[in-house]
């Protein structure tokens, strides 16, 4: 089991910076893995990019369903995102959140359907198809090591007001 470690919130410069290529397989990674998922289940999230725990590597973790109900639970090292052909594409318009921005959710269309191809922990090739939830886990999180958050996509105005509600409730909690 991994340790929970804290996770970083919007305005930290790891969150919008692209994040460093894998190039190592190793026990380190291993570690940093369990962690994420420790870290990711803590928060009660599906899904968890390294960046989000302060850590530039793109690398992230997931448990979650697809529009079935079926748990999907991995780790994608170094993911190409590849999204179905602009003509193909049909659009969930559901809501999206982040443990970034904690509390906050706003709808953020995106397509009902995604893959990654990437790496597992041990350098072996994986793609991951997803549908629904899982589909939209796979975007977000490979967002993420982009170096982009959720509300990136969001209209500017709907955007503020997602983080002034955001600021809102953290300086509440403080």
């Not at 969930?92 to 269309?109: H, I, K, R, T, Y």
């Not at 997602?162 to 909690?173: F, G, T, W």
Request: hydrophobic share 35%; proline share 8%; glycine share 10%.
């Amino acid at each position: 089991m991994g340790e929970v470690r804290p996770i970083t919130r919007v305005g930290d410069p790891v969150l919008h910076n692209p994040c460093e290529a894998v190039t190592r397989f190793d026990g380190d990674l291993e570690a940093l893995v369990d962690d994420m998922f420790a870290s990711m289940y803590a928060a009660e999230g599906v899904g968890l990019a390294a960046n989000q725990i302060g850590v530039p590597l793109r690398v992230f973790v997931y448990d979650c369903p697809d529009e079935n109900g079926e748990h999907h639970k991995g780790v994608v090292v170094n993911p190409s995102l590849e999204l179905p052909a602009l003509g193909e594409r049909h659009l969930d318009p559901g809501d999206e959140g982040c443990l970034s921005v904690p509390g906050q959710f706003a709808p953020l269309p995106r397509p009902d359907r995604a893959a990654v191809r990437g790496f597992d922990v041990k350098g072996d090739p994986v793609t991951v198809e997803g549908t629904g939830l899982l589909a939209r886990c796979l975007q977000h999180e490979t967002d993420h090591l982009d170096g982009h958050l959720y509300i990136d996509r969001l209209p500017a105005k709907r955007r503020k007001q997602v983080l002034a509600a955001y600021e809102q409730s953290h300086a509440a909690s403080l």
